[in-house]
Nanobody
Framework: VQLVESGGGLVLPGGSLRLSCAASGFAFRTKAMTWVRQAPGKDLERVSETDSGGSGTVYADSVKGRFLITRDNDKNTVYLQLNDLKTEDTAIYYC??????????????????RGQGTQVTVS
């Protein structure tokens, strides 16, 4: 399993970014996918997740109406569109295979089916 995030960067408040996560090594179109983030000194937070088909999505309350998760099963890629960014959105954003689990909070470093993250800084 390989997951590679891209698209992070430095953006002004109110700006937008589009994160991508390219997947390989597994049957992408059969798996739910999740975006999580971790800010310095804070717990891992689920941002959004999508089912295998892309029609069932979940968002954290803090990002509802601002972020949009989509996926392209032909390209083995899941995306996260970040709009109206706020300083509190600053974090490392990771994509992961599967539905979010609370166990990730304490075992994130051990979770094999995740990417290395992309930094988003809103300032």
């Amino acid at each position: 399993v390989q997951l590679v995030e891209s698209g992070g960067g430095l953006v002004l408040p109110g700006g937008s970014l589009r994160l991508s996560c390219a997947a390989s090594g597994f049957a992408f179109r059969t798996k739910a996918m999740t975006w999580v983030r971790q800010a310095p000194g804070k717990d891992l937070e689920r941002v959004s997740e999508t089912d295998s088909g892309g029609s069932g999505t979940v968002y954290a309350d803090s990002v509802k109406g601002r972020f949009l998760i989509t996926r392209d099963n032909d390209k083995n890629t899941v995306y996260l569109q970040l709009n109206d960014l706020k300083t509190e959105d600053t974090a490392i954003y990771y994509c992961a295979m599967g539905r979010y689990s609370d166990s990730w909070r304490t075992r994130w470093d051990l979770y094999k089916f995740r990417g290395q993250g992309t930094q988003v800084t809103v300032s």
